[in-house]
């Protein structure tokens, strides 16, 4: 059940439909490795897309592939959380089924900064997950110039926290034909935090709610880059257009 109420307030905090003008990319699976020369994601499948082609695609039966390499880091540490820097590549590929191409779709780079963040106490919490977000830039399949943002999340590390590779539990990429400021803002539809909770053991979910923290508000936070606090239940602070 409490699984169940998680799912829904994470489906609650970001919109549920794209902008139009825009396709929605997800992908399970692969694995998320790096150092300070950037982290690389690698044997990342496309398992949904909205927007493009037949919208066939599954974990079952994927259309594609998903991969990235960001900058180098720029300040803090792979296993404490820190930033890297923009550039580097991101390529979201089709494999001729469920109504898409055989190649590439979208072909750029990251466009700013990309956040590594660590959701629980290094050496502490059990069980200890990171998220990637940030926004991307380049050429979409039809040839223009297009952009959007990506948010990945990975499965649990354990205690130690990264250590040079992780398993990817699921992410999210949105593009837009017309870039928004509120691009991250249209990640509801993949919803990065649904594929990770439905497919993880149960004693995995206490990462969800380490020291008494809302998940809710953790995720809202890292989306939208304000302070977890703005968002607690019964603030008086604005929060972000779209949340409610």
Same mark, same amino acid.
């Given at each position: 059940?409490?699984?169940?109420?998680?799912?829904?307030?994470?489906?609650? +905090?970001?919109?549920? #439909?794209?902008?139009?003008?825009?396709?929605?990319?997800?992908?399970?699976?692969?694995?998320?490795?790096? %150092? %300070?020369?950037?982290?690389?994601?690698?044997?990342?499948?496309?398992?949904? !897309?909205?927007?493009?082609? *037949?919208?066939?695609? #599954?974990?079952?039966?994927?259309?594609?592939? &998903? +991969?990235?390499?960001?900058?180098?880091?720029? #300040?803090?540490?792979?296993?404490? @959380?820190? $930033?890297?820097?923009?550039?580097? /590549?991101? *390529?979201? /590929?089709?494999?001729?089924?469920?109504?898409?191409?055989?190649?590439?779709?979208?072909?750029?780079?990251?466009?700013?900064? $990309?956040?590594?963040?660590?959701?629980?106490?290094?050496?502490?919490?059990?069980?200890?997950?990171?998220?990637?977000?940030?926004?991307?830039?380049?050429?979409?399949?039809? @040839?223009?110039?297009?952009?959007?943002?990506? &948010? =990945?999340?990975?499965?649990?590390?354990?205690?130690? @926290?990264? =250590?040079?590779? $992780?398993?990817?539990?699921?992410?999210? *990429? $949105?593009? #837009?034909? !017309?870039?928004?400021?509120?691009?991250?803002?249209?990640?509801?539809?993949?919803?990065?935090?649904?594929?990770?909770? @439905?497919?993880?053991?149960?004693?995995?979910?206490?990462?969800?709610?380490?020291?008494?923290?809302?998940?809710?508000?953790?995720?809202?936070?890292?989306?939208?880059?304000?302070?977890? %606090?703005?968002?607690?239940?019964?603030?008086?602070?604005? !929060?972000?257009?779209?949340? !409610?």
């Amino acid at each position: 059940m409490k699984r169940i109420v998680w799912m829904a307030l994470l489906a609650l +905090a970001l919109p549920l #439909s794209a902008f139009a003008g825009s396709v929605d990319f997800s992908n399970t699976g692969g694995t998320l490795s790096g %150092s %300070s020369a950037g982290l690389t994601l690698t044997g990342s499948n496309l398992t949904g !897309v909205t927007g493009l082609g *037949t919208g066939m695609c #599954s974990t079952a039966i994927p259309c594609g592939t &998903v +991969a990235f390499t960001t900058g180098t880091l720029a #300040s803090g540490d792979t296993t404490n @959380g820190g $930033v890297f820097n923009a550039g580097g /590549s991101f *390529t979201i /590929s089709g494999n001729g089924t469920a109504g898409l191409p055989a190649g590439a779709i979208f072909t750029g780079s990251f466009s700013g900064p $990309v956040t590594w963040t660590p959701l629980g106490t290094i050496g502490v919490d059990g069980t200890i997950f990171y998220t990637l977000t940030g926004r991307i830039s380049g050429t979409y399949i039809n @040839g223009t110039t297009v952009s959007g943002a990506t &948010v =990945q999340i990975t499965f649990n590390t354990g205690t130690g @926290g990264f =250590q040079g590779s $992780v398993a990817l539990g699921s992410g999210d *990429t $949105v593009i #837009s034909t !017309v870039p928004e400021p509120g691009t991250l803002g249209l990640l509801g539809t993949g919803l990065v935090g649904l594929a990770v909770l @439905g497919s993880m053991p149960r004693r995995s979910l206490g990462m969800m709610a380490h020291d008494g923290e809302n998940p809710l508000t953790t995720f809202q936070a890292l989306l939208f880059g304000i302070e977890s %606090s703005e968002l607690e239940v019964g603030s008086s602070k604005r !929060v972000p257009m779209g949340i !409610v």
